[in-house]
Nanobody, 122 residues
Framework: QVQLVESGGGLVQPGGSLRLSCAVSGFTLQDYAIGWFRQAPGKEREGVSC????????YYADSVKGRFTISRDNAKNTVNLQMNSLTLEDTAIYYC???????????????WGKGTLVTVSS
């Protein structure tokens, strides 16, 4: 059974950092690409970052380049998203998802976690 479980969300001040984790089960990180997506109230779900299942190539949305870093731990079957220099606009529910190919388009992903809330507020 494929499962993705996000953790690490919370409340942080502008300029702060958070580290999100996505623990996967029912498959390995060599089977699927893993992406991070987010959805703010009243907005469409958008891709944030993804990492492919092969050599680990990474991709980022322009809005997070230089601030967010995606990485994977094959031994723990976990993908992490380090988020630095957070702004109010980063407030959203963050989801991890698995798909056959690396993509920042949510419709290309096949399996989803339930999400973790990130709130950036002073």
């Amino acid at each position: 059974q494929v499962q993705l479980v996000e953790s690490g969300g919370g409340l942080v001040q502008p300029g702060g950092s958070l580290r999100l984790s996505c623990a996967v089960s029912g498959f390995t990180l060599q089977d699927y690409a893993i992406g991070w997506f987010r959805q703010a109230p009243g907005k469409e779900r958008e891709g944030v970052s993804c990492i492919n299942q092969y050599e680990g190539s990474t991709y980022y949305a322009d809005s997070v380049k230089g601030r967010f870093t995606i990485s994977r731990d094959n031994a723990k079957n976990t993908v992490n998203l380090q988020m630095n220099s957070l702004t109010l606009e980063d407030t959203a529910i963050y989801y991890c998802a698995a798909g056959e190919g690396a993509s920042l388009y949510y419709a290309n992903m096949d399996y989803w976690g339930k999400g973790t809330l990130v709130t950036v507020s002073s």
